[in-house]
């Protein structure tokens, strides 16, 4: 089998590089590109080196598939020359997700959204997948009416020029900015580019991208997101209207069945979910589980995942397991 992984220099392909060594890929044959400035750099790869390579040599390689993490303009550009040739694309940006004929995948919940005529597929945004793993054991049960929800997310999201942000900004360094504020002790209620209606664009993929993966068109959802001075790992407070009664103990037991999510909820020994927690792993973390007396039926609830790996780099490479079977 020949893999491509597109983007390998980035904080995601590097780590999707990882990943795909973490769950047994070292005997495939792996193929990195990137922007032409990394060209014919070396990336250790399970004990050896692989060379950049330009994607359009890449796509001559005739790979089986190929995994994007390298922006939505890269991806628009070379995913459909990959897909003409044969080669299933999994593609980690926003270009495609929102496509009528691309399936939008988390394999916990809808990956039979893949049919054999798909050639690209795309991985949702990585503040999306957290919350739809705690939503959707509880959406089928309870049905859903409202979803409010707040991000508490970390730098790694933006990237590494923000990571660099953070760690110059501690050490009272003159930095070259990600945002256009100190990141540093501060809260920045800002996630992508403002909309003309005053959202931004990434709080209208957490309601556009949750419709979609849960088949939910109509489903209520207002989202705010808030950048944190934290390295990594993404936290949500939502807040969930159901559409009938909830049993707490109920909930908790839907969550606990739950592949690939973790409860930690024991508030009299302080113990909650929190970035500290997630980092290198690659569970959805859930706790601080209490009704919402304000409201009939709901219910509140605190989500924290590593947002380089199940939000992007894990999740994708489960993609492509779950194509392989």
């Known amino acids: 089998m020949k893999i491509a992984v597109i983007g390998a220099t980035g904080l995601v392909g590097r780590l999707m590089l990882k990943v795909l060594e973490e769950r047994g890929f070292t005997g495939q044959e792996i193929f990195v590109a990137a922007s032409p400035k990394s060209v014919g750099k070396m990336i250790k790869f399970a004990k050896r080196e692989l060379m950049v390579q330009s994607v359009e040599d890449v796509i001559a390689e005739g790979c089986d598939f190929a995994v994007f993490s390298a922006g939505g303009t890269a991806s628009k550009q070379y995913a459909p020359l990959f ?62 009416r409202r979803v409010v929800v707040s991000t508490y997310q970390s730098v790694s999201g933006t990237g590494l020029k923000a990571v660099n942000q953070l760690k110059n900004e501690q050490q009272g360094m003159v930095t070259e900015k990600a945002y256009h504020y100190p990141i540093h002790e501060n809260l920045i209620p800002h996630g992508g580019d403002f909309l003309p209606n005053g959202y931004t664009t990434e709080e209208e993929k957490l309601v556009n991208e949750t419709r979609k993966i849960l088949d939910a068109p109509h489903m209520c959802i207002t989202a705010t997101v808030v950048r944190v001075p934290v390295l990594g790992g993404h936290s949500e407070s939502v807040n969930v209207e159901f559409e009938r009664e909830f049993d ?34 690659d569970q959805v973390f859930v706790g601080r589980l209490r009704r919402d007396f304000s409201q009939p039926y709901s219910l509140n609830m605190w989500v924290v995942s590593d947002n380089l790996r199940k939000g992007a780099a894990t999740n994708a490479i489960q993609i492509l397991e779950s194509i392989i079977g």
């Open 83 to 144: 897909a003409e040739l044969g080669t299933i694309v999994i593609d980690n940006s926003s270009a495609w997700r929102m496509d009528a004929n691309v399936p939008l995948v988390v394999p916990e919940i809808n990956v039979d959204a893949i049919k054999p005529h798909h050639r690209i597929i795309a991985n949702p945004n990585c503040s999306t997948i957290q919350m739809v793993m705690a939503l959707y054991p509880l959406y089928k049960a309870y049905g859903i």
């Open 248 to 281: 707490l103990n109920e909930v908790k037991d839907l969550l606990r069945d739950t592949p690939g999510v973790v409860i930690i909820d024991e508030p009299e020994q302080n113990l909650y979910p929190m970035p500290l927690y997630a980092e290198g792993r």
